[in-house]
């Protein structure tokens, strides 16, 4: 019978220096919080990792006064010089990948192989490509003299915390604002470390400012009245608030939020790489993506190889210390999002779908929830229509292409969806009629920083990465 591995931690915790407490980072330099503090926690442990000041409504204040402030000065420097900071902190990123690396799997969970192998050197790759840009925004389709918005309000999730910072800040700072970052209050430790690259990139102080903390802080981040953009990466609930919240007002805003992501595989696939491209669809960094492909879509006539390889596969996988380079599946982020996991799972049993996860003895502290798949699901079941963020696979049959289509846009959510076949014809045609604001063929989540991500419908608005992703950072010349 498959079985997971634990794998045992390795002494990579040395390269990292955690301090006891963080402050926030406010005009250059970090300051203590003038509210109270919260515990950040290695969910591979549950052992508190640092305390972080929580910034209140004054803290934000100051803050977006500091950028305000730093606008003045960045906004009218020189592309070229703008991006000569740019490239500066894309080059430290690479030379405290390692660091950044560690640091990123201890507080969120996820395999160092992925924060390794992934995260850290696509976040690089967003500085370095943003830094071309820099000096060239006339030339990017937005008018012949673009200008910055001037502040703006970010808000992160702690799926990918360094990813999405850069995603954020990077396209920010080409485009001649100034940010305001409000990391998750799970994963803020990454975000603290930026800071610190900042300092040693010599970024004039005041153009990045981080407010740690929870709701209440994002809230105050977003609706302040000196903040001229306003972007989002998280729940669509949290996104519909923020909407609400700036309705009426002259902020812009992105809002990049959940998704319920089709992986359809027809019957002339090449199966075994697409059952390579369902786990990774739906178990990279434990499921906790956006774009998961958590609805696997197969042809009747191939579904049972299809399954059949999917298990073994699955047996292979590794559960363990996110630390340990042969980890495939890492902890989960919070007792809180485990919880949803178990509870989502449990009523798609209740409503008679059929789960299956290889045999797995899990570590007795942290939070871990092991790869499981659900057969013999319809779309009138909660596991197939919410998103479950973790690592649950719903497999649903089709017999047409027509078929496929209609289930696969049976969601409110539109952010991405996968095509697995080896006509051509057939991945434009589906490509066409699927409502998703990014289609893969023949693989599943990847990503590029010139190519542009973001979703319809309850998957938000507006496009991060490549030339797009400036528009968000930038407006018109007044006469």
């Not at 001037?150 to 080409?174: C, D, E, R, S, T």
């Not at 023949?442 to 030339?467: I, L, M, Q, V, W």
């Amino acid at each position: 019978m498959a079985s997971f591995e634990y794998a045992p931690a390795p002494e990579s915790r040395s390269i990292v220096d955690i301090k006891p407490s963080y402050g926030l980072f406010v005009d250059g330099e970090f300051v203590d919080g003038r509210g109270t503090s919260f515990k950040t926690i290695n969910p591979a442990t549950e052992e508190t990792l640092a305390e972080v000041a929580e910034a209140s409504e004054a803290d934000v204040d100051l803050a977006v006064r500091a950028a305000r402030r730093a606008f003045r000065g960045w906004s009218r420097m020189s592309g070229k010089e703008r991006a000569k900071y740019l490239f500066r902190i894309a080059r430290i990123i690479q030379e405290r990948g390692r660091e950044l690396a560690v640091l990123e799997s201890i507080d969120n969970g996820k395999p160092i192989k992925e924060s390794r192998d992934v995260d850290v050197p696509v976040v690089a790759a967003h500085f370095f490509y943003y830094a071309g840009w820099a000096d060239k925004l006339s030339y990017a389709g937005l008018g012949p003299s673009p200008q910055p918005l001037g502040v703006a309000g970010q808000v992160i999730p702690w799926n990918f915390p360094l990813l999405m910072l850069a995603w954020k800040v990077a396209p920010a700072l080409a485009c001649g604002n100034t940010v305001v970052l409000k990391p998750a209050e799970t994963t803020p430790l990454t975000a603290l470390l930026f800071a610190e690259i900042c300092q040693q990139a010599d970024l004039p102080p005041g153009v990045v400012n981080i407010v740690t903390g929870a709701g209440g802080t994002g809230q105050a981040v977003v609706s302040h009245p000196d903040v001229d953009k306003v972007a989002f990466t998280g729940s669509t609930d949290v996104g519909k608030a923020i909407a609400r919240a700036v309705a009426g007002s002259s902020k812009k805003v992105t809002l990049e939020l959940g998704g319920k992501a089709a992986n359809v595989v027809f019957d002339d696939a090449p199966i075994d790489q697409a059952v390579e491209g369902i786990v990774g669809g739906i178990f990279f960094n434990q499921g906790h993506v956006c774009c998961a492909g958590s609805r696997l879509l197969v042809q009747e006539s191939v579904a049972d190889e299809v399954l059949s390889r999917l298990k073994r596969r699955m047996g292979t996988l590794r559960v363990g210390d996110p630390l340990d380079k042969n980890t495939d599946i890492g902890a989960i982020n919070s007792s809180e999002q485990l919880a949803r996991i178990r509870e989502l799972s449990d009523i798609g049993e209740s409503e008679g779908a059929e789960r299956w996860a290889p045999a797995c003895e899990l570590p007795s502290s942290g939070f871990w929830f092991p790869p499981t798949v659900f057969t013999g699901v319809t779309q009138a079941h909660r596991i197939a229509r919410e998103e479950v963020f973790g690592p649950v696979l719903s497999v649903l049959t089709f017999r047409t292409p027509a078929e496929a289509i209609e289930k696969a846009n049976n969601t409110p959510y539109g952010l991405s969806a996968g095509v697995w076949t080896e006509k051509g014809s057939r991945i434009l045609h589906m490509a066409s009629q699927l409502r998703a604001g990014v289609v893969w063929a023949n693989t599943f989540n990847k990503f590029d920083p010139a190519s542009p991500f973001g979703g319809y419908k309850e998957s938000g608005y507006g496009r991060e990465g490549g030339r797009q992703g400036l528009a968000a950072y930038l407006k018109e010349a007044e006469a």
